[in-house]
């Protein structure tokens, strides 16, 4: 029996952004509009494609929290998204979400770590996500329309590489002049958390600045997280 864990963050901002249009008034005046109805039958429709596509027994749609610890590891986390403008019915899209389609909320963290911390928790589970961060996480994922299953070593490997490289979009620049392929060179004779750390010295940083990044760039795996509590445990902590 498989349950799909689905990126619920991904669905309700497509599906929000989707049902924007624009429409032109004359004399230079513009409004958006979009229909509640749209939404709905819009995140239905990925559901169902989703479940048909993977044939999956049950599903959890995952949305972040509010809050997010990862603030507290360093305030500049997504601060580059603070003036972006988010679809008009985003938060009726994620109102929905919980209502109507299993959402799953756990306080002070993101989708993604809800994903990371089920799949990598039993095999029952596997994760539907766009965001190719999942692939630090072992286990089972539904990737570009098949299933792939991701073993500790390399999930490992790219966790390092993700350290390395940073994350723009996230607002977390990693070690300096690193990108992909630099990252796989420092990486390719031996993957581990020194070699991070010696290649972050070598830039002029410290160790302490690599587990910054490392923090802000660990999805939640299993025993990372206390359901209860809310507490996480940091990376290396």
Known sequence: MTTLVIDGDIIAYKVAVRSEQPINWG??????????????EG??????????ETGADEYITALSSTNNYRKTVASYYKANRKDTRKPMLLPFARDYIMDKQKGLIWEGVEADDVLGVLISRSDKYMSWSIDKDL?????RHWMEGEEKVINQEDADHWFYMQTLMGDSTDNYKGC??????TAEKILAENSTWETVVAAFEKAGLSEEDALENARLARILRDGEYNNETGEVKLWLD
């Open 27 to 40: 004399n230079g005046l513009w409004t958006l509009h979009s229909y509640e109805h749209e939404i709905i």
């Open 43 to 52: 995140v239905d429709g990925e559901i169902e494609r989703l479940m048909e």
């Open 135 to 139: 692939m630090t996480i072992p286990g």
């Open 176 to 181: 300096p002049k690193v990108g992909l392929k």
